[in-house]
């Protein structure tokens, strides 16, 4: 496991050092300049090239690519063009944020999902299926801005059970977090619960028609037993990768909720970055997105040998 480990770590190496080519120039052409949003479109002409230059935004592209590459390679993130302050510290405080939000959200799809999509597989073709069905195509169907909208209107301005958006830390105020947490976390995983139902629902039904849980059946093995301890674990895999990719979209695609909910975590950095044309917090992000999806397979990937004993790697 340790040998695939390795050589899964060394592939991806291209794929990153390919991430920071399209971060980098992708990021340079997005319209407008960051002086012109820092000075006002009216500044001095001098004034703008002088700051220009001390950004040292006046270098041909390539050049600046090679540079921020190699501060890259030492672990260096930069300094935000608009605050001057280091990158790295506010990122991973606001990384821990989002890994906050997105975890609760897998945790709470993956705990309705998997039994939904049980309880459907064993139904099929019943009213059971048809509800759960129905329910699951609403979550993969609804945007996540419009189910974020709505349960701020209902349960936090009509009903007033929570608040609508913001922050606190859960070790300063534990209740008030867990109060802000509930909406933005529904919101998320919404959408996560009706993939994950409908994929755990046609692994099961795949797994139900193979011989050995006929034979188990014939011997006697509790249905309980069949369905959790025989066909579950075989149907896991296909749901593993799905709950995996999901962590990484989330991870990386919580941009929409956080601005809705005021979420402090990255995708709200990313956000204003972009607004405020600051490249080097944009290129941060992109990178640390690349970098989280990246772990993710990687981790699912060995579980899959813990999930399935049949699996071995190479």
Not at 145 to 155: D, E, Q
Not at 264 to 276: H, K, M, R
Request: aromatic fraction near 8%.
């Amino acid at each position: 496991m340790l040998v695939f480990a390795f050589k899964r770590l060394v592939s991806v190496i291209p794929i990153l050092l390919g991430i920071t080519v399209i971060a980098y120039f992708l990021t340079r052409t997005i319209p407008g300049d960051v002086v012109a949003v820092m000075l006002g479109t009216n500044a001095d002409p001098e004034v703008a090239a002088q700051l220009r230059r001390n950004l040292r935004l006046d270098q041909p592209i390539i050049v600046g690519y090679f540079d921020w590459l190699a501060a890259l390679l030492r672990g260096d993130l930069g300094e935000s063009i608009r605050s001057g302050l280091p990158i790295g510290q506010d990122l991973m405080t606001r990384f821990g944020r989002t890994a906050q939000l997105t975890l609760a959200a897998i945790v709470l799809a993956t705990a309705l999902s998997i039994p939904l999509g049980i309880l459907a597989a064993v139904r099929r073709n019943r009213a059971a299926d048809q509800v759960i069905s129905i329910t699951a195509l609403l979550g993969i169907s609804v945007p996540d801005f419009w189910l974020g909208t709505l349960l701020i209107l209902f349960f936090a301005l009509k009903l007033g059970w929570l608040p609508p958006a913001g922050y606190a830390s859960p070790s300063e105020d534990p209740a008030l977090f867990l109060k802000l947490l509930i909406l933005p976390t529904i919101t998320l995983a919404f959408q996560v619960m009706g993939i994950l139902t409908r994929f755990t629902r046609g692994a099961m039904l795949e797994v139900l028609n193979q011989d050995f849980v006929r034979t188990a059946r014939a011997k006697g093995v509790a249905e309980r037993a069949v369905l959790y301890r025989h066909a579950l674990r075989n149907a896991l895999i296909p749901v593993i990768t799905v709950i995996g990719l999901n962590i990484g979209f989330l991870l990386s695609g919580t941009i929409l909720v956080e601005t809705i909910f005021g979420w402090p975590g990255v995708g709200s950095l990313a956000v204003t970055a972009i607004n405020q044309r600051d490249y080097p917090v944009v290129q941060a992000c992109v990178m640390l997105f690349a970098l989280t999806f990246t772990v993710v397979n990687l981790v699912v990937d060995l579980l899959y040998g813990v999930i399935d004993a049949r699996i071995r790697y190479s």
